[in-house]
Protein backbone atom coordinates (compact mmCIF):
# COMPACT_ATOMS: atom_id res chain seq x y z
CA UNK A 1 0.00 0.00 0.00
CA UNK A 2 1.38 3.27 -1.56
CA UNK A 3 3.01 4.89 2.10
CA UNK A 4 1.83 8.25 3.44
CA UNK A 5 4.98 9.45 4.01
CA UNK A 6 5.35 9.02 -0.14
CA UNK A 7 3.05 11.62 -0.38
CA UNK A 8 4.12 14.24 1.88
CA UNK A 9 7.29 14.02 0.44
CA UNK A 10 5.50 13.97 -3.41
CA UNK A 11 6.36 17.40 -4.70
CA UNK A 12 3.86 19.60 -6.03
CA UNK A 13 2.77 19.49 -9.93
CA UNK A 14 5.52 21.12 -10.92
CA UNK A 15 3.91 22.61 -14.06
CA UNK A 16 1.46 25.24 -12.18
CA UNK A 17 4.66 27.98 -12.47
CA UNK A 18 3.84 30.35 -14.78
CA UNK A 19 6.68 30.15 -17.35
CA UNK A 20 6.28 32.13 -20.99
CA UNK A 21 4.20 30.12 -23.59
CA UNK A 22 6.34 29.66 -26.42
CA UNK A 23 5.57 30.12 -30.11
CA UNK A 24 5.38 26.37 -31.72
CA UNK A 25 3.70 23.74 -29.27
CA UNK A 26 6.49 21.31 -28.49
CA UNK A 27 4.09 18.49 -27.21
CA UNK A 28 0.89 17.74 -28.31
CA UNK A 29 -1.61 15.56 -25.89
CA UNK A 30 -4.68 13.95 -26.94
CA UNK A 31 -7.18 13.84 -23.80
CA UNK A 32 -9.45 11.16 -24.18
CA UNK A 33 -12.59 11.34 -22.07
CA UNK A 34 -16.32 10.92 -22.21
CA UNK A 35 -18.06 14.89 -22.77
CA UNK A 36 -21.66 13.07 -22.77
CA UNK A 37 -23.60 10.91 -20.95
CA UNK A 38 -23.58 8.72 -17.90
CA UNK A 39 -19.63 9.55 -17.43
CA UNK A 40 -19.17 13.13 -18.60
CA UNK A 41 -18.77 14.25 -15.21
CA UNK A 42 -15.61 12.13 -15.23
CA UNK A 43 -14.30 13.57 -18.46
CA UNK A 44 -15.37 16.87 -17.26
CA UNK A 45 -12.78 16.51 -14.09
CA UNK A 46 -10.44 15.02 -16.66
CA UNK A 47 -10.73 18.01 -19.31
CA UNK A 48 -9.85 20.22 -16.02
CA UNK A 49 -6.92 18.51 -14.48
CA UNK A 50 -5.41 18.46 -18.34
CA UNK A 51 -6.23 21.96 -19.11
CA UNK A 52 -4.85 23.31 -15.14
CA UNK A 53 -1.52 21.45 -15.84
CA UNK A 54 -0.87 22.64 -19.46
CA UNK A 55 -1.41 26.31 -18.80
CA UNK A 56 1.32 28.48 -19.26
CA UNK A 57 3.05 25.32 -21.01
CA UNK A 58 4.48 24.79 -24.15
CA UNK A 59 1.54 21.84 -24.11
CA UNK A 60 -1.53 21.45 -26.70
CA UNK A 61 -4.11 19.65 -26.07
CA UNK A 62 -6.43 17.63 -28.10
CA UNK A 63 -9.97 16.38 -26.41
CA UNK A 64 -11.18 13.81 -27.98
CA UNK A 65 -14.72 12.06 -27.06
CA UNK A 66 -14.90 8.62 -25.76
CA UNK A 67 -18.51 7.47 -25.83
CA UNK A 68 -17.09 3.68 -24.81
CA UNK A 69 -19.21 2.01 -27.47
CA UNK A 70 -17.82 -1.22 -29.10
CA UNK A 71 -15.94 -0.45 -31.82
CA UNK A 72 -15.20 3.16 -30.88
CA UNK A 73 -11.76 2.19 -30.15
CA UNK A 74 -10.58 2.13 -33.95
CA UNK A 75 -11.68 5.62 -34.79
CA UNK A 76 -10.49 7.41 -31.72
CA UNK A 77 -7.15 5.63 -31.99
CA UNK A 78 -7.28 7.18 -36.06
CA UNK A 79 -8.27 10.86 -34.67
CA UNK A 80 -4.92 10.72 -32.74
CA UNK A 81 -2.95 9.58 -34.70
CA UNK A 82 -4.33 12.59 -37.91
CA UNK A 83 -4.24 14.91 -34.99
CA UNK A 84 -0.07 14.14 -34.46
CA UNK A 85 -0.83 14.58 -30.59
CA UNK A 86 2.38 12.71 -29.23
CA UNK A 87 1.09 11.22 -26.19
CA UNK A 88 -2.46 10.49 -25.03
CA UNK A 89 -4.12 10.28 -21.42
CA UNK A 90 -7.60 9.50 -20.66
CA UNK A 91 -8.52 6.40 -21.54
CA UNK A 92 -11.65 5.84 -19.02
CA UNK A 93 -12.77 2.14 -20.72
CA UNK A 94 -11.16 -0.67 -21.87
CA UNK A 95 -12.91 -1.19 -24.86
CA UNK A 96 -11.62 2.23 -26.29
CA UNK A 97 -8.53 0.83 -25.38
CA UNK A 98 -8.95 -2.02 -27.05
CA UNK A 99 -9.31 -0.67 -30.24
CA UNK A 100 -7.56 2.33 -29.89
CA UNK A 101 -4.29 0.94 -28.80
CA UNK A 102 -3.01 -0.93 -32.12
CA UNK A 103 -3.63 2.37 -34.08
CA UNK A 104 -1.51 4.26 -31.25
CA UNK A 105 1.31 1.42 -31.44
CA UNK A 106 1.72 1.78 -35.22
CA UNK A 107 1.33 5.29 -35.04
CA UNK A 108 4.64 5.56 -31.86
CA UNK A 109 2.13 7.54 -29.86
CA UNK A 110 2.22 6.23 -26.22
CA UNK A 111 -0.97 6.58 -24.04
CA UNK A 112 -1.68 6.75 -20.30
CA UNK A 113 -4.92 5.26 -18.65
CA UNK A 114 -6.30 6.92 -15.85
CA UNK A 115 -9.54 4.20 -14.97
CA UNK A 116 -9.17 1.03 -16.92
CA UNK A 117 -8.09 -1.58 -14.14
CA UNK A 118 -8.74 -4.10 -16.15
CA UNK A 119 -5.44 -7.39 -15.66
CA UNK A 120 -6.02 -8.97 -19.22
CA UNK A 121 -6.03 -5.95 -20.66
CA UNK A 122 -2.23 -5.07 -19.54
CA UNK A 123 -1.38 -8.48 -20.18
CA UNK A 124 -2.30 -7.89 -23.69
CA UNK A 125 -0.56 -4.70 -24.05
CA UNK A 126 2.59 -6.26 -23.37
CA UNK A 127 2.07 -9.41 -25.50
CA UNK A 128 1.06 -6.65 -28.53
CA UNK A 129 3.45 -4.20 -27.78
CA UNK A 130 1.19 -1.46 -26.90
CA UNK A 131 3.16 1.50 -25.47
CA UNK A 132 0.29 1.61 -22.92
CA UNK A 133 0.62 3.00 -19.68
CA UNK A 134 -2.07 2.90 -16.45
CA UNK A 135 -1.64 5.53 -13.73
CA UNK A 136 -4.95 3.30 -12.12
CA UNK A 137 -4.82 0.80 -9.43
CA UNK A 138 -5.07 -2.62 -11.24
CA UNK A 139 -8.26 -5.33 -10.15
CA UNK A 140 -5.27 -7.29 -7.72
CA UNK A 141 -4.08 -3.62 -6.01
CA UNK A 142 -7.39 -3.55 -3.51
CA UNK A 143 -6.57 -7.00 -2.34
CA UNK A 144 -3.03 -7.04 -2.07
CA UNK A 145 -3.78 -3.52 -0.25
CA UNK A 146 -6.04 -5.39 2.14
CA UNK A 147 -3.45 -8.13 3.07
CA UNK A 148 -0.72 -6.14 2.94
CA UNK A 149 -2.64 -3.93 6.06
CA UNK A 150 -3.51 -6.88 7.99
CA UNK A 151 -0.45 -7.89 8.49
CA UNK A 152 1.30 -5.53 9.27
CA UNK A 153 -1.49 -3.82 11.59
CA UNK A 154 -3.44 -6.44 12.70
CA UNK A 155 -0.90 -9.66 12.68
CA UNK A 156 -1.07 -9.95 16.87
CA UNK A 157 -5.13 -9.15 17.12
CA UNK A 158 -7.92 -12.12 16.33
CA UNK A 159 -9.33 -11.17 13.03
CA UNK A 160 -12.51 -12.47 11.14
CA UNK A 161 -13.29 -12.44 7.73
CA UNK A 162 -16.74 -12.22 6.32
CA UNK A 163 -18.58 -11.53 2.63
CA UNK A 164 -22.04 -11.20 1.73
CA UNK A 165 -22.20 -13.85 -0.88
CA UNK A 166 -21.83 -11.85 -3.97
CA UNK A 167 -19.38 -13.77 -6.59
CA UNK A 168 -17.18 -10.36 -6.18
CA UNK A 169 -16.87 -10.00 -2.28
CA UNK A 170 -16.81 -13.96 -2.26
CA UNK A 171 -13.74 -14.23 -4.60
CA UNK A 172 -12.09 -11.16 -2.67
CA UNK A 173 -12.24 -12.47 1.00
CA UNK A 174 -10.88 -15.66 -0.32
CA UNK A 175 -7.91 -14.27 -1.84
CA UNK A 176 -7.09 -11.94 1.07
CA UNK A 177 -8.07 -15.01 3.39
CA UNK A 178 -5.58 -17.68 1.20
CA UNK A 179 -2.61 -14.57 1.33
CA UNK A 180 -3.15 -14.72 5.16
CA UNK A 181 -2.85 -18.41 5.64
CA UNK A 182 0.22 -18.32 3.85
CA UNK A 183 2.30 -15.81 5.27
CA UNK A 184 1.06 -17.41 8.85
CA UNK A 185 -2.15 -15.71 9.97
CA UNK A 186 -5.08 -18.45 10.74
CA UNK A 187 -8.56 -15.64 11.55
CA UNK A 188 -10.41 -17.15 14.07
CA UNK A 189 -13.75 -16.82 11.98
CA UNK A 190 -14.87 -16.96 8.14
CA UNK A 191 -17.97 -16.29 7.55
CA UNK A 192 -21.02 -15.83 5.06
CA UNK A 193 -23.56 -12.96 6.11
CA UNK A 194 -26.65 -12.22 4.00
CA UNK A 195 -26.43 -9.00 2.63
CA UNK A 196 -29.38 -6.28 2.57
CA UNK A 197 -31.30 -6.80 6.20
CA UNK A 198 -32.17 -4.71 8.72
CA UNK A 199 -29.90 -5.90 11.24
CA UNK A 200 -27.22 -8.25 11.71
CA UNK A 201 -27.50 -9.07 15.55
CA UNK A 202 -26.75 -13.25 15.10
CA UNK A 203 -23.41 -11.85 13.12
CA UNK A 204 -22.25 -9.72 15.58
CA UNK A 205 -22.67 -12.51 17.90
CA UNK A 206 -20.98 -14.80 15.79
CA UNK A 207 -17.75 -12.69 15.66
CA UNK A 208 -18.32 -12.41 19.68
CA UNK A 209 -18.49 -16.15 20.30
CA UNK A 210 -15.39 -16.12 18.18
CA UNK A 211 -13.39 -13.82 20.13
CA UNK A 212 -12.92 -11.49 17.06
CA UNK A 213 -12.40 -8.33 17.37
CA UNK A 214 -11.21 -6.93 14.13
CA UNK A 215 -12.78 -8.00 11.15
CA UNK A 216 -12.55 -7.09 7.31
CA UNK A 217 -15.88 -7.27 5.77
CA UNK A 218 -16.40 -7.56 2.09
CA UNK A 219 -19.54 -6.12 1.69
CA UNK A 220 -21.35 -2.99 0.57
CA UNK A 221 -21.39 0.08 2.50
CA UNK A 222 -24.69 -0.11 4.23
CA UNK A 223 -24.17 -3.99 5.03
CA UNK A 224 -21.14 -2.65 7.04
CA UNK A 225 -22.88 0.52 8.48
CA UNK A 226 -25.11 -1.69 9.97
CA UNK A 227 -22.91 -4.35 11.12
CA UNK A 228 -20.65 -1.21 13.28
CA UNK A 229 -24.45 -0.15 13.97
CA UNK A 230 -25.20 -3.31 16.13
CA UNK A 231 -22.12 -4.11 17.07
CA UNK A 232 -22.14 -0.79 19.41
CA UNK A 233 -25.91 -1.60 20.35
CA UNK A 234 -24.55 -4.50 21.45
CA UNK A 235 -21.11 -4.08 23.57
CA UNK A 236 -18.97 -5.88 21.01
CA UNK A 237 -16.02 -4.03 20.15
CA UNK A 238 -14.82 -4.52 17.08
CA UNK A 239 -12.18 -2.47 14.99
CA UNK A 240 -13.88 -2.73 10.99
CA UNK A 241 -12.27 -2.82 7.63
CA UNK A 242 -13.99 -2.41 4.65
CA UNK A 243 -13.00 -2.13 1.10
CA UNK A 244 -13.67 0.71 -1.56
CA UNK A 245 -17.10 0.03 -2.24
CA UNK A 246 -17.42 1.83 1.42
CA UNK A 247 -16.55 5.24 -0.99
CA UNK A 248 -20.63 4.70 -2.04
CA UNK A 249 -23.25 7.25 -1.18
CA UNK A 250 -24.41 7.53 2.25
CA UNK A 251 -27.04 4.94 2.92
CA UNK A 252 -29.99 5.23 5.40
CA UNK A 253 -27.65 3.75 7.86
CA UNK A 254 -24.62 5.99 8.68
CA UNK A 255 -21.56 4.61 8.95
CA UNK A 256 -20.23 4.90 12.83
CA UNK A 257 -17.02 7.30 13.03
CA UNK A 258 -13.91 5.07 13.03
CA UNK A 259 -14.58 2.49 10.48
CA UNK A 260 -11.90 1.63 8.21
CA UNK A 261 -11.49 1.22 4.59
CA UNK A 262 -8.58 0.47 1.53
CA UNK A 263 -9.45 2.86 -1.27
CA UNK A 264 -8.62 5.46 -3.31
CA UNK A 265 -7.95 8.90 -1.29
CA UNK A 266 -9.33 12.63 -2.28
CA UNK A 267 -6.25 13.27 -3.96
CA UNK A 268 -7.23 17.11 -3.90
CA UNK A 269 -7.13 17.20 -0.25
CA UNK A 270 -3.67 15.52 0.36
CA UNK A 271 -0.02 17.81 0.55
CA UNK A 272 1.63 17.04 -2.93
CA UNK A 273 -1.58 18.22 -4.86
CA UNK A 274 -2.07 21.93 -2.46
CA UNK A 275 -0.49 23.93 -5.17
CA UNK A 276 -2.69 22.52 -7.95
CA UNK A 277 -5.76 22.33 -5.68
CA UNK A 278 -5.02 26.40 -5.08
CA UNK A 279 -4.91 27.19 -8.57
CA UNK A 280 -8.27 24.94 -9.43
CA UNK A 281 -10.15 26.86 -6.82
CA UNK A 282 -9.12 30.02 -8.23
CA UNK A 283 -10.57 29.22 -11.68
CA UNK A 284 -13.99 28.13 -9.75
CA UNK A 285 -13.08 23.98 -10.21
CA UNK A 286 -12.71 21.63 -7.25
CA UNK A 287 -9.88 19.48 -7.59
CA UNK A 288 -11.91 16.20 -6.95
CA UNK A 289 -11.92 12.85 -9.00
CA UNK A 290 -10.43 13.09 -12.06
CA UNK A 291 -8.43 16.45 -12.08
CA UNK A 292 -5.33 15.58 -10.28
CA UNK A 293 -4.90 12.25 -11.69
CA UNK A 294 -5.02 14.15 -15.61
CA UNK A 295 -3.16 16.61 -13.96
CA UNK A 296 -0.33 14.64 -13.28
CA UNK A 297 -0.74 12.31 -16.07
CA UNK A 298 -0.16 15.61 -18.10
CA UNK A 299 3.16 16.70 -16.33
CA UNK A 300 4.35 13.01 -16.33
CA UNK A 301 4.03 13.44 -20.17
CA UNK A 302 5.72 16.66 -20.01
CA UNK A 303 8.74 15.60 -17.86
CA UNK A 304 9.08 12.30 -20.08
CA UNK A 305 9.31 14.54 -22.98
CA UNK A 306 12.33 16.58 -21.93
CA UNK A 307 14.69 13.98 -22.36
CA UNK A 308 13.30 12.08 -25.40
CA UNK A 309 13.71 15.01 -27.57
CA UNK A 310 10.44 14.60 -29.84
CA UNK A 311 11.16 11.57 -30.37
CA UNK A 312 8.00 9.24 -30.30
CA UNK A 313 10.13 6.13 -29.44
CA UNK A 314 12.12 6.99 -26.90
CA UNK A 315 9.26 8.96 -25.34
CA UNK A 316 7.96 5.49 -24.32
CA UNK A 317 10.89 4.69 -22.99
CA UNK A 318 11.63 7.66 -20.79
CA UNK A 319 7.90 6.75 -19.52
CA UNK A 320 8.91 3.00 -18.76
CA UNK A 321 12.67 4.36 -17.07
CA UNK A 322 11.78 7.42 -15.35
CA UNK A 323 10.40 8.51 -11.71
CA UNK A 324 7.96 11.61 -12.27
CA UNK A 325 7.41 14.46 -9.63
CA UNK A 326 3.41 15.10 -9.69
CA UNK A 327 0.45 16.34 -7.80
CA UNK A 328 -0.05 12.76 -6.78
CA UNK A 329 3.27 12.28 -5.08
CA UNK A 330 6.03 10.08 -6.82
CA UNK A 331 4.80 8.48 -10.20
CA UNK A 332 7.32 5.49 -11.56
CA UNK A 333 5.51 2.60 -13.73
CA UNK A 334 6.93 -1.02 -13.24
CA UNK A 335 8.12 -3.11 -16.13
CA UNK A 336 4.89 -3.94 -16.77
CA UNK A 337 3.73 -0.63 -17.38
CA UNK A 338 1.83 -1.07 -13.89
CA UNK A 339 1.92 2.01 -11.08
CA UNK A 340 5.17 0.73 -9.01
CA UNK A 341 3.33 1.75 -6.00
CA UNK A 342 0.24 0.71 -4.72
CA UNK A 343 -2.39 3.69 -4.97
CA UNK A 344 -4.44 2.58 -2.05
CA UNK A 345 -4.56 3.71 1.11
CA UNK A 346 -5.82 3.35 5.04
CA UNK A 347 -8.78 5.82 4.98
CA UNK A 348 -11.04 6.05 8.51
CA UNK A 349 -14.49 7.34 8.45
CA UNK A 350 -14.41 10.49 10.41
CA UNK A 351 -18.40 11.38 10.64
CA UNK A 352 -18.99 12.98 7.31
CA UNK A 353 -15.78 11.67 5.13
CA UNK A 354 -13.13 9.39 4.54
CA UNK A 355 -9.78 10.92 5.14
CA UNK A 356 -6.37 9.39 4.67
CA UNK A 357 -4.70 7.35 8.01
CA UNK A 358 -1.12 8.92 8.73
CA UNK A 359 1.53 6.89 9.91
CA UNK A 360 1.81 8.15 13.35
CA UNK A 361 -2.37 7.86 13.76
CA UNK A 362 -2.70 4.23 13.11
CA UNK A 363 -3.85 2.08 15.77
Not at 309 to 338: C, I, K, N, W
Request: glycine content about 10%; overall charge negative.
Amino acid sequence: MRSIHACLLGLAITGLAAVPSLAAESLKIGVVAPVSGDYAVLGEQALDGATLAARNRDIALTPVDESCEDGSGADIGRTLADAGVDIAIGFFCSETVRGAMPVLRDAGIPAITLSARSMPLMATALKEGWPLFRMAPNDQDETDAIVEFIMGEWIDQPVALLDDGTIYFREMVNAVRNALEERGLQPVLVDTFRPAQEQQLSLVRRLAQAGATHVFIGGTRGDVAIVARDAIQQGVDLTILGAEALSARETDVPLEPGVLAIGIPEYGELPPAADLADLAASQGIIAEGYVVPAASAVDVAAQAMAPADGDAARLAAMLAAGQFDTALGPVSFTGRHELADNPYFLLRWQGNQFVPVFDSARQ
